[in-house]
């Protein structure tokens, strides 16, 4: 019923799908490969930068906050900053708000 010259090509056939599947998954895990080191890896170490910094605030540092507000830090705990916003005005933010410190010098609360 079958001849030969299909039942000797039949083995060789199977070893062919299996290389087109593995042919075919390539592109994704290329794709997966880039995005790693063009999104995710960046960011990890955007982030890892960030919690060294805000490890690192410490008492009279000039700081800027995510939503604008620039101050000196009065008071440091391991959650909550104090900002001195201007002369007497203190604000307490959690340690995440920092977005960047700044040189010192910068800001003034005379200016304010």
């Known amino acids: 019923m079958i001849s ?7 083995p060789a056939a199977e070893a062919a799908g299996g290389a087109s599947l593995f042919t075919g998954m390539l592109p994704l895990i290329l794709m997966f490969v880039v995005l790693y080191f063009i ?3 960046p960011q990890m170490k955007r982030q890892k930068e960030h919690r060294a910094m805000l490890d690192a605030l410490a008492k ?6 995510a939503g604008g507000i620039v101050g ?3 008071k440091l705990s391991e959650q909550w900053v104090h900002l001195e916003i201007a002369n007497g005005v203190e604000v307490q933010l959690q340690r995440s708000a920092i977005s960047q410190v700044l040189p010192k010098g910068t800001w003034d609360k005379t200016a304010a």
């Open 39 to 41: 999104m995710i890896r």
């Open 4 to 10: 030969n010259a299909y039942a000797q090509t039949a």
């Open 60 to 65: 009279g540092d000039e700081v800027s906050t």
């Open 72 to 74: 000196r830090v009065s």
